[in-house]
């Protein structure tokens, strides 16, 4: 590549703060537009993304939007997860944050609470606040290599002792064709931040462009495509493998455009919306739970490797059982749970051997001593005295 990624896209979308950039992506269509009414239409006008992550945040929740621009998503999710929830917007690009920023008092107010913060990060970095890194700056210019070291330092204590955001504190990440604009060496890094700053069970809901080939070098090579979301464009099966590689679970995709945005070269670039969650990290213990697969795959294989086979009582951990039949699990629809009849304290379990896929026999969740003692009464329908049973 012979231009600077990070600056062609600063600059193609201060542009767009300043005037509209219908090229930039692709129209969305919002299903919830009730929430719309109250937000500014210079918001509205100046939002550029390819789907709605938006329809997927709950009341009360803590979300972080990634690449935040205008706002707009950030304000509809601000209705939505109501005065006891919390909505923090991160841009890098100083224009859209001060065009998000503008309308926060009277938001606020047409609300009746503020809960909404729009802060200066690099997406890839979200534990470095960079205004208090311009604040340091301004107070330490840099005039030769020595300082280059002590700005480094600097940046290190930051994320340390004064995260932006930090690890374990969010329910729910957002973004809205945001990934696809970082630079190919940091989208690892990228990743794993998203899964940094989620709690346990919290999920990333992350709407983006892909793609069903690799770009050509034509496509690489032309800065227009890759702030246009084009170039840095994910492949369709290679985006759902980063969320499995940075360790999310449930991994689903919620939305898949079904025409193509744009064909360039032969190859289709299209808006996919994809689910991920986290939490499936801890350790295995063993307290004779089962679950049962109900169907209607003759059988299925979860992100760890167990396989589950319709209608089979199979052995699964602590942990596996509450990741399959919690209420929030992408799981629970699919699965019955059998917990057993005598508690087994955590810290007295035996570990799993969650390599092995196992059917779990009845008398394991029964325990050893269980017997059933069957009174007969004249009442009961299945008594001698009955002429018929039940």
Known sequence: MNYNIEETVIERYQAGATTVQPSLCCPVEYQENQYLDIIPQEIIEKDYGCGDPTRYVNPGEIVVDLGSGAGKNCYIIAQKVGANGRVIGVDFNDT????????????????GYANTSFVKAKIQD??????????????????????????????????????????NSVDVVISNC????????????????????????????????????DPTPDILNDPDLWSGCIAGAFRENEFLQRF??????????????????????????RSLTVCAFKGKDGPCLDVN??????????????????????????AVCDKTYHIYTNINSPYCQDILGILPHETIPLESAPEFDCRRNMIRKPEETKGKNYHVTI?????????PASSSCC
């Open 96 to 111: 859209m944050l001060a065009l998000s920023r503008r309308y926060q008092a009277e938001i606020a107010q047409k609300l």
């Open 126 to 167: 979200l534990a470095l606040d960079l205004d208090q890194v311009q604040q340091w700056l301004t107070n330490h210019p840099i005039q030769s290599i020595e300082q280059i070291t002590e700005f480094e330092l600097e940046c290190d204590r930051l994320r340390q002792q004064t995260p932006l955001i930090a690890d």
């Open 178 to 213: 945001v990934l696809n604009l970082v630079r190919p060496q940091d989208k690892n890094q990228l990743f794993q931040e998203i899964y940094r700053v989620l709690k346990r069970g919290g999920r990333a809901v992350i709407s983006d462009i892909v793609c069903d080939q």
């Open 244 to 269: 499995e590689q940075a360790g999310f679970y449930g991994i689903e995709i919620l939305a898949r455009q079904e025409d193509p945005w744009q064909v360039i070269d032969g190859i289709e670039f």
């Open 289 to 314: 739970q089962a679950v049962i697969y109900k169907g209607p795959w003759k059988q299925v294989m979860d992100d760890d490797g167990h396989i589950l086979y319709r209608g089979e009582r199979m």
């Open 375 to 383: 009174t007969n009464s004249d009442n009961s329908c299945c008594s």
